[in-house]
């Protein structure tokens, strides 16, 4: 039976940092902020911004919300960004997305000043990942996966990496992490051949393509890491990943469940960016 890979001890270490870091920021008079910048109602997003708040402020991090309306303009959510931007009290942003689709995302996620986008949504924060600079923010899911395998003791170098998803949320910029961490990353797809072969033959693998249950026992083997990035809802309306837990867990040597992994770690990397950019600003 695998190790489960829970989440809490792991956002635990992160937050006992995060708040230190934060108390001697507000000792010296500058107080971490946070503005969470909303679009609509949809209760996923309400759901994690009461999240978000509540460990934030645990942590002694402020938070700002910025809700607009669904129908609000892009020209109106630009004169958001363009406030947050110019507001030297504010350290980070986390815009939830997808934006309306009357909006161009690009566009609106572009105009956020890279020192201030703490989840790394923005061309010139994911150049910085890309190009290995050490600048700059990382997505925060693609960086919980790294504190998940740092956590446990799971070295990369060396290691094979299978990479299922291309996203620039995760998929992409998690494979050029784990790249600069001398791993040998295979980033996989729609459209790769024998997928499931290519996911049997890696060390660690990292799923993140929005599917439920779509990776089961013919993926994997003994020995294996397996992250789970996904969140879904299955047939009978139950919380999921990706990896159809049930019949892999037996198989391989460590598996993140759903819910109970990387969601926790990734709300705690997205205030620990936050504070890092309070450090840097102030």
Known sequence: ??????????????????????????QRGNVP?????????????????????????????????????????????????????????????LMFRPLPRHMDEKA???????????????AASLASVFAGEGTGFAPATAQACLEMLDFHGVELE????????????????????ALARNATVTLCHSKTRDLANVMREADVVICATGRAKAYGAECFGAGQVVLDVGINFDEE???????????????????????GGLGSVTTSVTLAHVVRAAETMG
């Open 1 to 26: 039976m695998a190790v489960r890979l829970s989440g809490k001890e792991v956002a635990a270490r992160l937050d006992e940092e995060t708040g230190r870091r934060a108390n001697a920021l507000t």
């Open 33 to 93: 902020t946070l503005a969470i910048v909303r679009v609509g109602q949809r209760p996923d997003d309400l759901s994690y911004e009461r999240t978000v708040t509540k460990r934030a402020e645990r942590l002694g991090i402020a938070v700002r919300p910025f809700a607009l309306p669904s129908d609000a303009s892009q020209e109106e959510l630009l004169d958001v960004i363009e406030t947050v931007n110019a507001d030297a009290a504010i350290h980070g942003c």
């Open 108 to 122: 609106v996620c572009d105009a956020l000043s890279p020192g201030k986008d703490i989840d790394g949504i923005s």
């Open 158 to 177: 060396g290691k094979r990496m299978a990479v299922i998803g291309r996203s620039l949320v995760i998929g992409k910029p998690v494979a050029m992490m």
């Open 237 to 259: 309306g139950n919380l999921c990943g990706d990896v159809d837990f049930a019949a892999v867990e037996p198989l391989v040597s460590a598996i993140t469940p759903v819910p």
